[in-house]
C-alpha cells in the first residue's frame, strides 16, 4: 500500500545542513495499523510529510497503491494525496470560522460532489464518529476529544484508504485520547483503512500491528 525506498531528506539552511532521514526503506501492507516512535527530532513528522505528499524528500522513491509519485506536477500530486490519503493532526487543524459540517465537508469541495451529497456524506461521517448532535457547533465549543473526532471524520469523507494520524492524541487527556484511539482502531479493524501513527506514547504503540522505531532519522528497529 505504502512503499519508500531509500527516502533521504536534507534540510539546508545557510549554514546548516539537517538531515532529518537517512536512507528510510520502509512498506506498509494494506489492513496494517503501524505505529511510528522515536525521540523528538528524531524525523517521524518529516517521514509522515514525506508519505502524506506533504513534502518531497530530497532522494528516494515513493509508492502509494502501486504508483510512484515522483514526477508528479502539484495539481496532480493534490488530486491524487486528496483522494488516496486523510490527515489527522496533533493540534486538529479545524477552521474556527466554519462549524462541524462545514469543516467535514472541506475535503469534497475539490472534487465535483454536489452540496446535497457533501452534506449526506459529512452526516454519515459524524454519526460514525459519535458527533451527529454538535453537527451546527463552532470547533471553539467543543472540548480537545470532541475536535478530533471532527478531524477523524473529515479525514475519512474522502473514503481514503490511509490515514496518517501526527500524534493524534497528544493533545488531549488519556480519556479523549482513548475515545480516539478507539475510534482509529475502529476504522482499521472494521473498515480496512490502512494507517500509519506517530506516537509518543507506547501502550498505544504495543495496540498497532506493528511499530517502527526512529533515532537521528534512521530506522532502528
Ligand atoms: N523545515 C525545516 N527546516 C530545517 N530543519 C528542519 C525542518 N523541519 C524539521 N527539521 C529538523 O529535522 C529533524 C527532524 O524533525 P521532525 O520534526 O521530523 O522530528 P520529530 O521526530 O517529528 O520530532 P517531535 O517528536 O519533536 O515532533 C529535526 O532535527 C528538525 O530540527
Sequence with gaps: MIKLTEINKI???NEIETVALENVNLEVEKGEFLSIMGPSGCGKSTLLNIVGLLDAPTSGIIEIDGTRTDGMKDKEL??????KLGFVFQS????????????VELPLLYRKVSAKERRRLAEEVLAKVG?????????TQLSGGQCQRVAVARAIIGNPEIILADEP?????SKMGAEVMELLHQLNKEDGRTIVMVTHNEEQAKQTSRT???FDGRQVE
Excluded: E, W
Excluded at 493534490?78 to 483522494?83: D, G, S
Excluded at 486538529?92 to 469543516?103: E, G, K, Q, R
Excluded at 492524541?169 to 487527556?173: E, Q, V
Design 11 to 13: 534540510y539546508r539552511t
Design 169 to 173: 492524541t497528544g493533545n488531549l487527556d
Design 78 to 83: 493534490a488530486a491524487f494525496r486528496n483522494k
Design 131 to 139: 458527533l451527529s448532535h454538535r453537527m451546527r457547533h463552532m470547533p
Design 212 to 214: 517502527v522505531r526512529f
Design 92 to 103: 486538529f487543524h479545524l477552521i474556527n470560522s466554519l462549524n462541524v459540517l462545514d469543516n
